[in-house]
């Protein structure tokens, strides 16, 4: 045995060395890859590769960044073929170094500050509220308070750690967390599910509104208690409101610096705030460690059904605040990474547990106390703590307050980004200021989330009011989260669970949400309000988008080329531009979009050197700028399709023009000389003129009623929430917004009767010319009114020809 034992160690000795030589060659042979696709990438000053794509010069910038990414992903593949050879624990640990999992302790600090602000906010006032819920410190046992810290304890490891930590975050939409991104991985199952995402998003956004109002004014109107500023608050009562909006304001103001230069600041605090909370509830947690037979879930279910539970199920209400902000860990996990949000979640819930506990082990040490038992609005987190600590406590909680409502705001440019490409919410101009796809900015959300903050201030001026109306919207978002991760862990095949799973947390979050309806007299109509105005935007747009594709008809080259030859070569029509330019988001691009042929046809005939068809995509790099053309067979046709980085400004019009010069250069494009000097364009490109066509309903139209008012109410929304004009840059080229009516069916009007007793004789029909207006094709069958075109066109040039 020993002499096997001695050649299998050797044996074990050898095969080492030929181990790691493996794992070197394998990492140098992808150095090498990496750095000639790098050298191959610098080398090439333009880009020429297939035809019709055409790229351009690599900025200095970009060039460097390049660079960096090349070594970084370098610099991960050395790190996971080194991990290899140390078992499951070491490729654990190479993944939260390298890829979608990636931990930096500089976005760990960002994590700190974006993700954990709301649920950090918790301990402020959920004691507080189950104090005033059970009649006062006074009618508070050792029964109570260890049923409230179980049910706590409980409903944050359920609710926050296994539904989203551990269950929801594994479940991304290329790195993007939240209700919409969910969704849009589930639609193929059902065209129901968009009901429950719509109404969980529409909840959220709501609640978005709140959160800053009640996180921030709560935390201010802790001045009021410390004893040199008691006075001056109780002169000046409105003094708590002014200064709850100057926060707001200046918060608003600094988002569109981004999340990352943001977090870096508010992170550091976060890791102040949960330590000084960690700390706090341990110093108290000296006087009774016993407090932690609370762990026990039957203390929990014991006090919820007791009679002396006086507040009865609405107990379930109050233990909830200790879950918000749950959601915005699954929300924001675009902005931070998966990998950090798993790092730093078990610090945040140590520190909100022992803070917890600290304030039971307080209550049960002062049940007897006179001086507490008589004291109106009672909070044990600010009482627990001496005279001295409590100053820093009110500094620190103003902090957190700020801290918290940026954690929704971020949340909701997320949720906003996703229902756009739902095409549940118009498209709104979007701002990157980091290199970071999930990090955005949109001003107009930004600037409604504003405004209506200060509303909801003005409505119910202090905390005490606002509170009567958080979280109920809240309950909707996480019921309808749970249907939705339900259906998808159905999908994939894992059926067992996606049973227990969607049984357990929705009776849990039902119970929460009956508990909070009863916040509904008290204010939370106001939130309920929100979400139905929100929902009834995306319900109307998504329902108006959706007739407008129904309507949407696409023709084939041999039905449009030969219209567009005959006008391009009509010398008697004046030019209406050289070049005429249809911005379009229709992706196909092998045919054209009737849209245009009714748009180049209708009334007037525009006559040009070239049309263009050009669309946008937006991709996932930062920095790509492409395009490809389609021109089918012709020199005064072309399909354009661009694909920008999201860090790449949309400015179309510089686009096109290079576009048109490489075109001209290589003879696609004929060269568009002028009889007139040009001073400020090149002189082979002619004149570009840009028109976007919007649809309108006719009131002759076969439309429901319902389609009627979402077609209605989305062009009313599109009006309120801006133009491409401005996303594209077009407001120096004086673009042309056309109008054309919505391809559908329509009613025959009834026949008007003729009173003035003469006879109608009907008028002979009149041969129609090519440039008679009356030629248009028919916008109600489409391709047979080309094929009449084309053939009245044909018939005319012939008569021309025979004078």
Same mark, same amino acid.
């Not at 890859?33 to 610098?42: C, D, F």
């Not at 624990?89 to 960002?110: E, F, N």
């Not at 409105?238 to 569109?256: D, R």
């Not at 929902?535 to 080329?561: C, I, S």
């Given at each position: 045995?020993?002499?096997?034992?001695?050649?299998?160690?050797?044996?074990?000795?050898?095969?080492?060395?030929?181990?790691?030589?493996?794992?070197?060659?394998?990492?140098?042979?992808?150095?090498?890859?990496?750095?000639?696709?790098?050298?191959?990438?610098?080398?090439?000053?333009?880009?020429?590769?297939?035809?019709?794509?055409?790229?351009?010069?690599?900025?200095?910038?970009?060039?460097?960044?390049?660079?960096?990414?090349?070594?970084?992903?370098?610099? !991960?593949?050395?790190?996971?073929?080194?991990?290899?050879?140390?078992?499951?624990?070491?490729?654990?640990?190479?993944?939260?170094?390298?890829?979608?999992?990636?931990?930096?302790?500089?976005?760990?600090?960002?994590?700190?500050?974006?993700?954990?602000?709301?649920?950090?906010?918790?301990?402020?006032?959920?004691?507080?509220?189950?104090?005033?819920?059970?009649?006062?410190?006074?009618?508070?046992?050792?029964?109570?308070?260890?049923?409230?810290?179980?049910?706590?304890?409980?409903?944050?490891?359920?609710?926050?750690?296994?539904?989203?930590?551990?269950?929801?975050?594994?479940?991304?939409?290329?790195?993007?967390?939240?209700?919409?991104?969910?969704?849009?991985?589930?639609?193929?199952?059902?065209?129901?599910?968009?009901?429950?995402?719509?109404?969980?998003?529409?909840?959220?956004?709501? =609640?978005?509104?709140?959160?800053?109002?009640?996180?921030?004014?709560?935390?201010?109107?802790?001045?009021?208690?410390?004893?040199?500023?008691?006075?001056?608050? =109780?002169?000046?009562?409105?003094?708590?409101?002014?200064?709850?909006?100057?926060?707001?304001?200046?918060?608003?103001?600094?988002?569109?610096?981004?999340?990352?230069?943001?977090?870096?600041?508010?992170?550091?605090?976060?890791?102040?705030?949960?330590?000084?909370?960690?700390?706090?509830?341990?110093?108290?947690?000296?006087?009774?460690?016993?407090?932690?037979?609370?762990?026990?879930?039957?203390?929990?279910?014991?006090?919820?059904?007791?009679?002396?539970?006086?507040?009865?199920?609405?107990?379930?209400?109050?233990?909830?605040?200790?879950?918000?902000?749950?959601?915005?860990?699954?929300?924001?996990?675009?902005?931070?990474?998966?990998?950090?949000?798993?790092?730093?979640?078990?610090?945040?819930?140590?520190?909100?547990?022992?803070?917890?506990?600290?304030?039971?082990?307080?209550?049960?040490?002062?049940?007897?106390?006179?001086?507490?038992?008589?004291?109106?609005?009672?909070?044990?987190?600010?009482?627990?703590?001496?005279?001295?600590?409590?100053?820093?406590?009110?500094?620190?909680?103003?902090?957190?307050?700020?801290?918290?409502?940026?954690?929704?705001?971020?949340?909701?440019?997320?949720?906003?980004?996703?229902?756009?490409?739902?095409?549940?919410?118009?498209?709104?101009?979007?701002?990157?200021?980091?290199?970071?796809?999930?990090?955005?900015?949109?001003?107009?959300?930004?600037?409604?989330?504003?405004?209506?903050?200060?509303?909801?201030?003005?409505?119910?001026?202090?905390?005490?009011?606002?509170?009567?109306?958080y979280g109920l919207a809240l309950t909707i978002t996480m019921i309808t989260t749970t249907v939705l991760l339900g259906v998808y862990l159905w999908y994939d095949r894992k059926r067992v669970g996606a049973i227990v799973f969607t049984v357990l947390f929705l009776a849990i979050q039902i119970m929460f949400f009956i508990a909070s309806m009863a916040k509904f007299l008290h204010g939370g109509w106001f939130t309920c309000l929100l979400t139905i105005a929100i929902l009834f935007v995306m319900y109307t747009w998504n329902e108006?988008?959706?007739? !407008?594709?129904?309507?949407?008809?696409?023709?084939?080259?041999?039905?449009?080329?030969?219209?567009?030859?005959?006008?391009?070569?009509?010398?008697?029509?004046?030019?209406?531009?050289?070049?005429?330019?249809?911005?379009?988001?229709?992706?196909?691009?092998?045919?054209?979009?009737?849209?245009?042929?009714?748009?180049?046809?209708?009334?007037?005939?525009?006559?040009?050197?070239?049309?263009?068809?050009?669309?946008?995509?937006?991709?996932?790099?930062?920095?790509?700028?492409?395009?490809?053309?389609?021109?089918?067979?012709?020199?005064?046709?072309?399909?354009?399709?661009?694909?920008?980085?999201?860090?790449?400004?949309?400015?179309?019009?510089?686009?096109?023009?290079?576009?048109?010069?490489?075109?001209?250069?290589?003879? !696609?494009?004929?060269?568009?000389?002028?009889?007139?000097?040009?001073?400020?364009? =090149?002189?082979?490109?002619?004149?570009?003129?840009?028109?976007?066509?919007?649809?309108?309903?006719?009131?002759?139209?076969?439309?429901?009623?319902?389609?009627?008012?979402?077609?209605?109410?989305?062009?009313?929304?599109?009006?309120?929430?801006?133009?491409?004009?401005?996303?594209?840059?077009?407001?120096?080229?004086?673009?042309?917004?056309?109008?054309?009516?919505?391809?559908?069916?329509?009613?025959?009007?009834?026949?008007?009767?003729?009173? =003035?007793?003469?006879?109608?004789?009907?008028?002979?029909?009149?041969?129609?010319?090519?440039?008679?207006?009356?030629?248009?094709?028919?916008?109600?069958?489409?391709?047979?009114?080309?094929?009449?075109?084309?053939?009245?066109?044909?018939?005319?040039?012939?008569?021309?020809?025979?004078?």
């Amino acid at each position: 045995m020993a002499e096997s034992d001695k050649q299998a160690e050797r044996a074990q000795k050898a095969a080492k060395p030929q181990k790691a030589q493996k794992t070197n060659a394998k990492a140098g042979a992808n150095k090498a890859k990496a750095k000639q696709e790098e050298e191959a990438l610098l080398r090439a000053d333009t880009f020429t590769n297939a035809p019709k794509v055409s790229r351009r010069t690599l900025t200095k910038e970009e060039r460097e960044a390049i660079a960096k990414q090349r070594e970084a992903e370098t610099r !991960e593949a050395e790190k996971i073929a080194s991990a290899s050879s140390k078992g499951r624990l070491g490729r654990w640990w190479a993944r939260l170094q390298s890829g979608p999992d990636k931990v930096t302790w500089g976005m760990a600090i960002v994590a700190l500050g974006v993700v954990y602000g709301d649920i950090g906010t918790s301990p402020l006032y959920t004691a507080q509220t189950f104090l005033a819920g059970q009649g006062g410190l006074g009618n508070v046992d050792r029964e109570a308070v260890l049923g409230m810290l179980s049910l706590v304890f409980w409903s944050i490891t359920l609710i926050t750690t296994v539904k989203y930590v551990l269950i929801a975050m594994r479940i991304d939409n290329n790195g993007e967390g939240g209700i919409f991104a969910l969704y849009s991985l589930i639609r193929k199952y059902g065209a129901w599910l968009a009901i429950p995402a719509m109404l969980g998003g529409a909840a959220f956004l709501a =609640d978005s509104v709140l959160t800053p109002a009640v996180s921030i004014s709560s935390a201010v109107e802790g001045l009021q208690t410390l004893p040199p500023l008691e006075q001056l608050f =109780d002169e000046n009562p409105s003094l708590t409101l002014m200064i709850t909006v100057v926060i707001i304001v200046i918060l608003f103001s600094v988002q569109s610096r981004g999340t990352e230069s943001i977090g870096k600041v508010f992170g550091s605090m976060v890791l102040v705030w949960f330590s000084f909370l960690a700390v706090v509830g341990v110093v108290n947690l000296n006087n009774d460690w016993s407090v932690f037979a609370a762990l026990n879930p039957m203390y929990g279910v014991k006090f919820l059904f007791s009679p002396h539970n006086a507040a009865g199920i609405a107990l379930m209400g109050t233990v909830f605040l200790s879950t918000t902000g749950a959601e915005a860990l699954y929300s924001d996990m675009g902005h931070v990474g998966r990998g950090n949000i798993y790092f730093t979640w078990p610090f945040i819930k140590i520190a909100l547990v022992l803070n917890y506990f600290g304030q039971g082990a307080w209550m049960l040490n002062n049940a007897r106390n006179p001086q507490f038992n008589t004291m109106k609005s009672l909070n044990p987190f600010f009482q627990m703590m001496t005279p001295n600590v409590r100053y820093l406590a009110v500094i620190l909680s103003v902090t957190a307050g700020v801290i918290a409502s940026q954690a929704l705001i971020t949340g909701a440019f997320t949720m906003v980004s996703e229902a756009t490409r739902l095409n549940w919410m118009p498209h709104l101009q979007v701002r990157y200021p980091a290199r970071t796809r999930g990090q955005l900015y949109i001003p107009v959300v930004n600037g409604v989330l504003c405004v209506s903050t200060l509303a909801v201030l003005a409505i119910f001026k202090d905390s005490e009011h606002i509170s009567a109306a958080y979280g109920l919207a809240l309950t909707i978002t996480m019921i309808t989260t749970t249907v939705l991760l339900g259906v998808y862990l159905w999908y994939d095949r894992k059926r067992v669970g996606a049973i227990v799973f969607t049984v357990l947390f929705l009776a849990i979050q039902i119970m929460f949400f009956i508990a909070s309806m009863a916040k509904f007299l008290h204010g939370g109509w106001f939130t309920c309000l929100l979400t139905i105005a929100i929902l009834f935007v995306m319900y109307t747009w998504n329902e108006g988008t959706k007739l !407008e594709r129904a309507q949407r008809r696409h023709m084939r080259p041999k039905d449009f080329l030969p219209a567009l030859d005959k006008l391009h070569g009509d010398f008697r029509i004046p030019y209406f531009a050289d070049n005429i330019v249809y911005l379009t988001s229709d992706s196909e691009t092998k045919r054209l979009d009737t849209d245009i042929f009714f748009s180049i046809f209708a009334d007037h005939p525009k006559r040009a050197r070239a049309w263009w068809a050009v669309s946008v995509e937006t991709t996932d790099e930062p920095f790509t700028r492409e395009y490809s053309v389609e021109n089918f067979g012709t020199n005064y046709i072309f399909r354009v399709r661009f694909r920008l980085g999201f860090k790449v400004s949309q400015s179309i019009p510089a686009y096109i023009h290079q576009i048109m010069h490489d075109l001209s250069k290589t003879g !696609e494009l004929p060269k568009q000389k002028s009889i007139y000097p040009k001073v400020d364009a =090149d002189p082979d490109i002619g004149t570009v003129r840009y028109v976007l066509v919007h649809k309108a309903l006719m009131p002759e139209s076969k439309v429901s009623a319902r389609g009627a008012l979402s077609l209605q109410a989305k062009y009313a929304i599109r009006h309120v929430a801006g133009s491409p004009v401005k996303w594209f840059g077009l407001a120096p080229y004086n673009p042309l917004i056309e109008v054309q009516p919505l391809f559908v069916s329509t009613r025959r009007p009834p026949r008007l009767k003729r009173t =003035d007793g003469t006879k109608t004789v009907p008028a002979p029909t009149p041969t129609r010319s090519v440039a008679d207006p009356a030629a248009v094709p028919d916008p109600m069958d489409t391709t047979a009114g080309l094929s009449r075109l084309v053939q009245e066109l044909d018939a005319a040039m012939s008569a021309e020809e025979k004078k």
